[in-house]
């Protein structure tokens, strides 16, 4: 996972990727994508633009804006390699649609339980939330899961036990893997582009014992 600032009109030259899933979340500003496959794309806060490099696949990134961009990309290794190469994206709507609730917006191509904006292939889901101050978001956690949690912007409170700061994380493990419910609240706002908020976004994942730091 990168936490990228790139500055106006500039951005990272044609480049190449292969086997490996790609999810690209806009924090501020605007992304202007272009790749081998002839797509071409600009997308802003809220945003998500995602690529299955698959075989190989070749792409540039810039700001072309008069800000700063923001970006969270995280990449993922895919169920399986040699796939055929593809691009999609998801325009973010309103903030309404997390505002003080997580919005899921990421799953596993093959389940089929859940209808997100985005697919890709592993078993990863993504969640993002925009909290004013003082409000919760709760997320459950299903048996056998864990997660890893990224504060964007602002300041949060994990489960009354926890305080992240902006980019702070925490990885989330429950004991035997039992899951249960992840609730965070939001002690500090910041100016943003969906007003004041806290702003944080969830991976959840099969529990691997064992997994996860272990060097603090």
């Known amino acids: 996972m990168n936490d990228d600032l790139v500055q106006r009109h500039r951005g990272f030259g044609t480049h190449g990727h292969s086997n490996m899933e790609i999810v690209t979340y ?20 809220g945003s998500i633009q995602f690529m299955t490099a698959g075989k190989g696949v070749r792409h540039s990134e810039f700001n072309h804006g008069d800000i700063p961009l ?22 973010g ?4 649609t997390r505002k003080n609730q ?6 596993n191509v ?13 078993d990863v ?11 919760k978001a709760v997320l459950h956690i299903g048996e056998g899961r864990q997660a890893y949690l990224l504060c964007i912007e602002g300041e949060i409170s994990v489960n009354n ?3 992240l700061a902006k980019h702070d994380a925490c990885e989330i493990t429950t004991a035997d893997g039992a899951g249960g419910e992840l609730e965070i609240i939001g002690t500090a706002v ?11 976004l969830v991976f959840v994942m099969k529990a691997v014992p064992g997994s996860g730091r272990s060097d603090f």
């Open 70 to 91: 923001r970006f969270i990309q995280t990449w993922i290794v895919p169920a399986q390699h040699g796939l055929t190469p593809k691009y999609g994206s998801y325009v």
């Open 26 to 45: 806009i924090v501020s500003g605007q992304l202007t994508h272009k790749d081998s496959m002839g797509t071409e794309e600009s997308l802003g806060r």
């Open 190 to 200: 910041e100016h943003t582009e969906s007003g004041d908020v806290a702003h944080a």
């Open 110 to 122: 093959m389940d089929t339980s859940s209808s997100t904006p985005v697919e890709i292939n592993q």
């Open 93 to 96: 709507g309103s903030p309404e």
């Open 125 to 135: 889901d993504m969640y993002a939330t925009e909290l004013e101050l003082g409000s």
């Open 161 to 163: 036990e926890k305080q």
């Open 102 to 107: 997580f919005q899921h917006l990421v799953s």
